[in-house]
């Protein structure tokens, strides 16, 4: 069980907190931990405790790019839980702030995209939605290569295309799909 291994973890992080190892391992078991929840359905109030966790964790090493992945892997893992856009805003925030201080992470980027995507899911306007598409964009140009940014990229593309009426518009994210699609062989 995951939380049985998170508590061994945590024990040994109590007996040696200055450990950068041990409190990484805490991390990753603890977003391991937030994957669990979040699959089991549980409420965005329990995938948050161990976000929490995983920040005290960030805080007391600030300048750790793995515990910061982490950070914001478990912050994707609460915006599936939360329910309302201004709650996923909050945690996509977070997840940028970790971003700007790890700019050339590409995985911090690929989930500041991924939570990107989990908020245009609840915002109701184009607009809205458009402006999240953009960000998802910034992040796909700076890391062109990556078929993970590319493929978080076609998903916020899609669901622009649900909002919006205009069909010249429609058909240009379509055409922005396909070429996607072509360049990294993507087939959803």
Same mark, same amino acid.
């Given at each position: ?6 508590d061994r973890i945590k024990e040994l992080y109590r007996q040696f907190p200055a450990s950068q190892e041990i409190a990484l391992r805490l991390a990753r078991g603890l977003v391991n931990l937030t994957i669990r929840l979040t699959i089991r359905q549980e409420t965005a109030q329990e995938v948050s405790l ?5 920040? /005290? ?22 915006? %599936? ?14 997840? #940028? /702030? ?9 995985? =911090? ?8 995507? %989990? ?16 960000? =998802? ?11 993970? =940014? ?8 899609? %669901? ?11 058909? #240009? ?13 993507? %087939?959803?």
């Open positions: 069980e995951v939380s049985l291994s998170v161990s976000v929490a966790r995983i920040e /005290e964790l960030y805080r007391q090493f600030p300048a750790t790019q793995e515990i910061a992945e982490a950070f914001a892997r478990g912050l994707v893992s609460l915006t %599936n839980r939360q329910e309302t856009a201004q709650e996923r805003a909050c945690s996509v925030d977070r997840i #940028e /702030e970790l971003y700007r201080q790890f700019p050339a992470s590409q995985e =911090i980027a690929l989930e500041f995209a991924k939570g990107l995507v %989990n908020l245009t899911v609840e915002q109701e306007t184009a607009r809205e939605v458009s402006l999240s598409v953009a960000r =998802i964009e910034e992040l796909y140009r700076q890391f062109p290569g990556s078929q993970e =940014i590319a493929l978080e990229f076609v998903d916020g593309l899609q %669901n622009l295309m649900k909002v919006i009426s205009d069909e010249a518009l429609i058909e #240009e994210l379509k055409s922005k799909i396909e070429e996607l699609r072509r360049r990294f062989g993507l %087939n959803n």
